[in-house]
């Protein structure tokens, strides 16, 4: 899915007073897309299936910038952290719109990886604290009433997890077969060094106990280099859900496979050698190496008791039942919610017995030492890290970029012009006939979004091009996703003029073509004009009807190269295929 066309020549409008927002947004629901900041790949793991259970249009815009993400127009935004300097900016650039940004918890959270997290949250910021989002998905009671103490119980929605709805609880297990347990951790197993240490501490001392034991056997469910240090051979085969379903018992660190074994009846006892609190309970506890033995043991023969205190303690950690259906109904309630921030003031949590001074617990981050606005304090160290990042990868775009036009074009990068005719659109004359529109916007297709014109047919745009040299006209052609399957759907021509002669002539048809949904890239070769000037114009015509026809021309540019005192190259010549009047190179997004 992706954004919805919206009619406008800008990419972003002027945002408008506070008032003037807050009068219309209780008049007017947002209609936009939902745009997800997560990685594509992940988002089955991380949200189940509830965009399809939502049925509101959506659009991963992972990795884009701040602007980029404003400009889909969205009406919320999902995400699983805010520590990345472009989620944290892209939340409060969201944030000063009133645009509500849902924050999902994905697992089990930990001491570590809520406090002292080097691994990798350290390095680009801090983990809830403070929050920016305006709701908080958490998997169940009790981690709600953790994350509550940060001073974040308003935002709060016990939701569950998603991705555990369409998993089976059943368990298989064979008479008289040798009893398993499972060894897990989680996919980062140490968050700072003692944490590394005292997890390899713990892993030795459970091999040290199952070596040469013929009545038990070990599955080590474990990272490749854990194992290899221990000794052991790690055992990853499958999904966690079918290890536990053949497994006696579970023995882990703090992590998610905890609730996924609960879930299943599996006795699960947590392993933890540190003296820090833990954010799960489970009814057996292992905190040093004695407790091994007479843990293992109660794991094979349980007794009904401690049973009976893992059904109370799955039901404090997880919320069972439709998650899906639970978290679609906090996105439609924020969607709809025209103050999503009206019950946060902004200002720092305040606990019970006073307030979370940031300065104190991350004194080591000077972000946390220049104001007491803690939100503003958060998003200026984004926009810090986030600008020097963006310093070093601008050196390598420029010579990337001159690169790439001197091996396109033949000649040095200081001789090649460039024109973006969506970039001059507001000097081009358009023509259109209802239901015909021009318009640009942003539309992702397999990737990341991209700058498009719109051209509903039947409509015509031209544009007076300030040069009469020779070139080529760079482009792709698709149809806006939301109208692939639509039944009033069907063929588009799209077509280009040079100075009043035909250089590209193409129809798709996406709705009696599924393989043609992405995008489709063309040259058009353009010859010397005489006059000094070209004039340029893209049309669009519906084939047989015109309804449904939501063409997309992306981000299409004139390319030609300055031969002042040069002369020209033989290289630079647009190649043809056949008797085609247009080039077509071997590269799509497919």
């Given at each position: 899915?992706?954004a919805?066309?919206?009619?406008?020549?800008?990419?972003?409008?002027?945002?408008p007073?506070?008032?003037?927002?807050?009068?219309?947004?209780?008049?007017?629901?947002?209609?936009?897309?939902?745009?997800?900041?997560?990685?594509?790949?992940?988002?089955?793991?991380?949200?189940?299936?509830?965009?399809?259970?939502?049925?509101?249009?959506?659009?991963?815009?992972?990795?884009?910038?701040?602007?980029?993400?404003?400009?889909?127009?969205?009406?919320?935004?999902?995400?699983?952290?805010?520590?990345?300097?472009?989620?944290?900016l892209?939340?409060?650039?969201?944030?000063?719109?009133?645009?509500?940004?849902?924050?999902?918890?994905?697992?089990?959270?930990?001491?570590?990886?809520?406090?002292?997290?080097?691994?990798?949250?350290?390095?680009?910021?801090?983990?809830?604290?403070?929050?920016?989002?305006?709701?908080?998905?958490?998997?169940?009671?009790?981690q709600?009433?953790?994350?509550a103490?940060?001073?974040?119980?308003?935002?709060?929605?016990?939701?569950?997890?998603?991705?555990?709805?369409?998993?089976?609880?059943?368990?298989?297990?064979?008479?008289?077969?040798?009893?398993?347990?499972?060894?897990?951790?989680?996919?980062?197993?140490?968050?700072?060094?003692?944490?590394?240490?005292?997890?390899?501490?713990?892993?030795?001392?459970?091999?040290?106990?199952?070596?040469?034991?013929?009545?038990?056997?070990?599955?080590?469910?474990?990272?490749?280099?854990?194992?290899?240090?221990?000794?052991?051979?790690?055992d990853?085969?499958?999904?966690?859900?079918?290890?536990?379903?053949?497994?006696?018992?579970?023995i882990?660190?703090?992590?998610?496979?905890?609730?996924?074994?609960?879930?299943?009846?599996?006795?699960?006892?947590?392993?933890?050698?540190?003296?820090?609190?833990?954010?799960?309970?489970?009814?057996?506890?292992?905190?040093?190496?004695?407790?091994?033995?007479?843990?293992?043991?109660?794991?094979?023969?349980?007794?009904?008791?401690?049973?009976?205190?893992?059904?109370?303690?799955?039901?404090?950690?997880?919320?069972?039942?439709?998650?899906?259906?639970?978290?679609?109904?906090?996105?439609?309630?924020?969607?709809?919610?025209?103050?999503?921030?009206?019950?946060?003031?902004?200002?720092?949590?305040?606990?019970?017995r006073?307030?979370?001074?940031?300065?104190?617990?991350?004194?080591?981050?000077?972000?946390?030492?220049?104001?007491d606005?803690?939100v503003?304090?958060?998003?200026?160290s984004?926009?810090?890290?986030?600008?020097?990042?963006?310093?070093?990868?601008?050196?390598?775009?420029?010579?990337?970029?001159?690169?790439?036009?001197?091996?396109?074009?033949?000649?040095?990068?200081?001789?090649?012009?460039?024109?973006?005719?969506?970039?001059?659109?507001?000097?081009?004359?358009?023509?259109?006939?209802?239901?015909?529109?021009?318009?640009?916007?942003?539309?992702?297709?397999?990737?990341?979004p991209?700058?498009?014109l719109?051209?509903?047919?039947?409509?015509?745009?031209?544009?007076?091009?300030?040069?009469?040299?020779?070139?080529?006209?760079?482009?792709?052609?698709?149809?806006?996703?939301?109208?692939?399957?639509?039944?009033?759907?069907?063929?588009?021509?799209?077509?280009?003029q040079?100075?009043?002669?035909?250089?590209?002539d193409?129809?798709?048809?996406l709705?009696?073509?599924?393989?043609?949904?992405?995008?489709?890239?063309?040259?058009a070769?353009?010859?010397?004009?005489?006059?000094?000037?070209?004039?340029?114009?893209?049309?669009?015509?519906?084939?047989?009807?015109?309804?449904?026809?939501?063409?997309?021309?992306?981000?299409?540019?004139?390319?030609?190269?300055?031969?002042?005192?040069?002369?020209?190259?033989?290289?630079?010549?647009?190649?043809?295929?056949?008797?085609?009047?247009?080039?077509?190179?071997?590269?799509?997004?497919?």
């Amino acid at each position: 899915m992706s954004a919805s066309i919206d009619a406008t020549d800008t990419l972003i409008a002027p945002g408008p007073s506070r008032e003037d927002r807050d009068h219309s947004r209780s008049r007017t629901p947002r209609a936009g897309p939902l745009v997800v900041l997560d990685e594509r790949s992940r988002l089955d793991n991380l949200y189940g299936p509830v965009f399809e259970r939502l049925g509101h249009p959506w659009v991963c815009a992972h990795g884009c910038a701040p602007e980029e993400v404003l400009a889909l127009q969205p009406s919320a935004l999902l995400l699983t952290s805010e520590w990345t300097f472009e989620n944290r900016l892209a939340a409060a650039a969201a944030r000063k719109r009133d645009i509500p940004v849902i924050y999902v918890i994905d697992g089990a959270i930990e001491w570590s990886y809520l406090w002292t997290n080097l691994s990798w949250i350290r390095p680009w910021g801090t983990n809830l604290q403070p929050m920016i989002a305006s709701d908080l998905c958490v998997l169940g009671r009790h981690q709600a009433r953790i994350l509550a103490s940060l001073g974040l119980g308003t935002r709060v929605h016990v939701v569950g997890l998603p991705r555990l709805d369409p998993i089976s609880s059943e368990r298989i297990l064979q008479r008289g077969a040798i009893p398993r347990i499972v060894i897990a951790t989680s996919r980062m197993s140490g968050h700072n060094v003692e944490h590394q240490v005292m997890t390899l501490r713990a892993l030795r001392d459970l091999r040290s106990w199952f070596a040469g034991r013929s009545d038990v056997e070990a599955v080590w469910r474990i990272p490749a280099d854990m194992a290899e240090d221990i000794g052991v051979r790690e055992d990853v085969a499958g999904s966690v859900s079918d290890v536990l379903a053949r497994a006696d018992g579970l023995i882990s660190f703090t992590s998610t496979c905890l609730l996924e074994a609960m879930h299943k009846g599996v006795p699960a006892a947590q392993i933890e050698y540190r003296s820090v609190p833990l954010y799960v309970d489970t009814a057996w506890e292992i905190r040093c190496a004695e407790h091994i033995a007479p843990v293992v043991h109660e794991l094979l023969y349980p007794p009904s008791s401690r049973l009976a205190l893992q059904d109370a303690c799955f039901a404090d950690e997880l919320e069972v039942g439709d998650a899906t259906g639970r978290l679609a109904g906090v996105i439609r309630e924020a969607i709809a919610n025209p103050h999503p921030y009206a019950s946060d003031s902004g200002a720092q949590p305040v606990r019970a017995r006073g307030q979370l001074d940031y300065r104190q617990i991350y004194s080591e981050l000077s972000a946390f030492a220049m104001s007491d606005t803690a939100v503003l304090q958060y998003e200026l160290s984004a926009a810090h890290g986030y600008l020097q990042r963006l310093k070093g990868e601008k050196g390598l775009l420029q010579r990337e970029c001159a690169e790439v036009l001197e091996a396109v074009t033949g000649r040095a990068a200081q001789d090649v012009r460039l024109y973006n005719f969506i970039d001059h659109l507001k000097e081009a004359r358009a023509e259109f006939e209802p239901p015909g529109n021009v318009a640009t916007n942003v539309c992702a297709i397999d990737g990341p979004p991209a700058r498009v014109l719109l051209l509903h047919p039947p409509a015509d745009l031209t544009f007076a091009v300030p040069t009469g040299a020779p070139g080529r006209i760079s482009f792709a052609i698709s149809m806006h996703p939301d109208i692939w399957t639509h039944p009033q759907s069907g063929p588009c021509q799209f077509l280009i003029q040079v100075d009043g002669a035909p250089a590209f002539d193409a129809t798709i048809d996406l709705l009696a073509d599924p393989a043609d949904r992405k995008w489709w890239w063309f040259e058009a070769p353009v010859p010397e004009a005489p006059g000094g000037s070209h004039v340029i114009t893209f049309s669009t015509r519906g084939v047989n009807e015109t309804s449904f026809r939501w063409a997309l021309w992306r981000n299409p540019v004139f390319l030609w190269a300055d031969t002042t005192g040069q002369p020209a190259t033989a290289g630079f010549r647009a190649r043809c295929i056949g008797q085609a009047d247009y080039y077509v190179p071997g590269r799509t997004l497919a």
